[in-house]
């Protein structure tokens, strides 16, 4: 287009293309709004800029993102020459960007971008943010992190500060097991937790409950703490606990048990009165009764009555390696107070001591009673009883033989049952009668002799046909030793002797005491001569005469030296004769012929 410089400019205007204000194509003073053709203005339009260099409104940077917006003002056409921003983008350093740059944040209002919160805590500068409030933060910067639009630092309890994020992420959460919600953690694993809510513990960075054996739930700090341990006595190390001391265990391992067994200490052996149960680990209650047959155990291996293995005074332990406490030993076994068992009683096969059937101890002189084939005597079991005493089978026992030191019966030696008449045999001084068991007496009766040899009445000689025949009594048992005889029979010599049926020459048979008493004997020197046969003890008593005496006639039983008038002396039957006529002259021969 050619210019027209003949047409005047308006005064605003350096150069035109018309008259009007509007028609400027330069100006020289103001600034030509807008180029190509416009008006020379003093300022420029939102958008434009004054171009001192061209004296124009030069129109600002124009920018469509994502880097640099369009200026709404500026003070150059550069994108660095913004000195405000339109809808959608912010200034920054002269620049209109969106989004703003970290650490600051858009303002809509202003179209600037504002610096976020900054601070030192408890709320942190924010890497970046929706606003310039503590609570406008959107990122964090490193050592803080984002939790509500904050940037904190320590996250609060239930997250945790991800560094790769800068922002509080939550802790693990479960309302279900086995692994619960966190209170506290390092990262968002259930096995990050660094503490536990209320009613869970922590335990190898995980929230559990209950906590595992060998550990116990300390609601205090919310953690597992380990049980008490320990590999020596007295007490065990607890396999489940409910504190830290020796005395909170719930329950033990192998090896040791609980006592008491709702709760307390790990031991080996349990105490006296209860028993380690192998299938539980708890020391369980000893039988227990205080009324027979069977009574409370001391110790013991189970819980029946048959498993005790001690007992308390007053009971006895049987069998004694285990088995029931009881009152009073069975047979055969004593209750030893030393070690509260039954022990057994002295036992033998062989004498002289027997076995005890009971006792009060274990030697063979502690018997209370004896077994069938042995019988009691001084604490012992023996067999046969001593002198003196009698074996009562019935019970097994010794008893005393009759005893007396008067009357007609008297202390037995040995016996076989308790009366009077049951000696088998006598002491010195006394004697059996009958001899193989009676009565023990001073004088053995009729018929019997006290043999001192065997301390027996022994039967006197004994016969019913002669010549020696029995004797009535007597000190020995021969023939000659009778000291009188039955009727009919007759003793001599006296005080010993036989008894015979006939009496020797010299003697006679006195029937009123069954001796052969002497005949007479002129043991005064008479006339009359001694009988040699007689029936009474009188001088003219003699049936017959020894050799120079003569029996006398007439029945007078005088033996004289002489015979009567008309009376011969018969030399051969030692008898008076009676003389006849015929017969005198032999008279006086025979009378011749004595002399």
Known sequence: ??????????????????????????????????????????????????????????????????????????????????????????????????????????????????????????????????????????????????????????????????????????????????????????????????????????????????????????????????????????YYTCATCSAETSTSCNSCNSGAFLYPNTGGDCRNPCPDGYWGDTSTNKCQQCYSSETGPSFTCLACSAGGSNNCNSCNSGYFLYPNTGGACIEICPDSYWGDTLTNTCQPCYSSEIGPYYTCATCSAGASNNCNSCSSGSFFYLNTCINPCPNGYWEDSTINTCKPCYSSETGQSFSCATCSAGASNNCNSCNSGYFLHPNTEGECITTCPDGYWGDTSTNKCQPCYSSETGPNYSCFTCSGGEAENCTSCSSSTFLYPIPIGICTTTCPDGYWADPSSNICQPCYNNTLNTSICACKTCNGPESNHCLSCFNGSFLQPDNEGHCLDTCPSSYWRDASLNKCITCNVTCQSTLVYSFLSSY
């Open 1 to 234: 287009m050619l210019l027209q410089p003949f047409i005047d400019c308006h005064p605003s205007c350096s150069t035109c293309n018309g008259g009007s204000d509007t028609n400027c194509l330069s100006c020289s003073v103001n600034y030509l709004n807008l180029p190509p053709v416009g008006s020379c203005t003093a300022s420029c339009p939102s958008g434009y800029y004054q171009n001192g260099g061209t004296m124009q409104c030069t129109q600002c940077f124009q920018g469509s993102g994502p880097t640099y917006y369009t200026c709404a003002t500026c003070s150059g056409g550069s994108s660095t020459n913004c000195n405000s921003c339109n809808v959608g983008s912010f200034l920054d350093s002269n620049k209109c960007v969106n989004p703003c740059p970290n650490g600051y944040w858009g303002d809509t209002s202003s179209n600037t971008c504002k610096s976020c919160y900054s601070g030192t805590g408890p709320f942190y500068t924010c890497a970046t943010c929706s606003g310039g409030a503590s609570n406008n933060c959107n990122s964090c910067n490193a050592g803080s992190f984002l939790y509500s639009n904050e940037c904190i630092n320590p996250c609060p309890n239930g997250y945790w500060g991800d560094t790769s994020t800068h922002t509080c992420q939550s802790c693990y959460s479960s309302g279900t097991g086995p692994f619960h919600s966190c209170a506290t953690c390092s990262a968002g694993g259930s096995n990050n937790c660094n503490s536990c809510n209320s009613g869970k513990f922590l335990h190898l960075n995980t929230c559990i409950d209950p906590c595992p054996d060998g550990y116990w739930g300390d609601s205090s700090t919310n953690t597992c703490e380990p049980c008490y341990s320990s590999g020596t006595g007295p």
